[in-house]
């Protein structure tokens, strides 16, 4: 009877040292495949982002600096829909879209939410500067 005792302490004792040699390859299988997805997901985040409304948008007036349209002044900052300007005032993709010098006093293109009243005004020489840069 002893050494049936004996026998079945060894086969534990081995059983679980065995049990413990898989369950440690496993953890680090699941370990590098936690640390792999985590990087994977940090690098989509960092990098894989679109930019808000595809980013800026630059326009080169002619006889006047660039113009610079932020999407993310516009969308984010002001929390403007896409659908408030697209394509009631403006079309989806950027297009020949052109401003006369006279259209900054009326009320069409930018000028239908920069009246002075939604947003700053386009109307003095003094406002050029908030939209046409250097």
């Known amino acids: 009877m002893q050494i049936l005792l004996e026998d079945r302490e060894l086969f534990g ?14 953890s680090w299988k699941v370990i590098f495949m936690c640390v792999g997805i985590i990087c994977l997901v940090s690098f989509n985040a960092a990098y894989g982002q679109k930019k808000v409304g595809g980013g800026d ?19 984010t900052k002001a929390k403007l829909k896409c659908t408030e300007c697209h394509s009631k005032i403006f079309p989806m993709k950027k297009k020949g879209v052109t401003m006369s ?34």
């Open 57 to 75: 948008i630059k326009y080169t007036p002619k006889g006047a600096d660039v113009v610079t349209f932020s999407h993310d002044a516009h969308v």
């Open 101 to 134: 010098k006279e259209d900054h006093a009326k009320e069409v293109l930018c000028g239908i939410c920069h009246n002075g009243k939604k947003a700053f005004a386009q109307t003095k020489e003094a406002d050029c500067a908030k939209c046409h840069k250097k």
């Open 13 to 26: 004792k081995k059983f679980l040292g065995e049990r413990r040699k898989n369950l440690s390859k496993n």
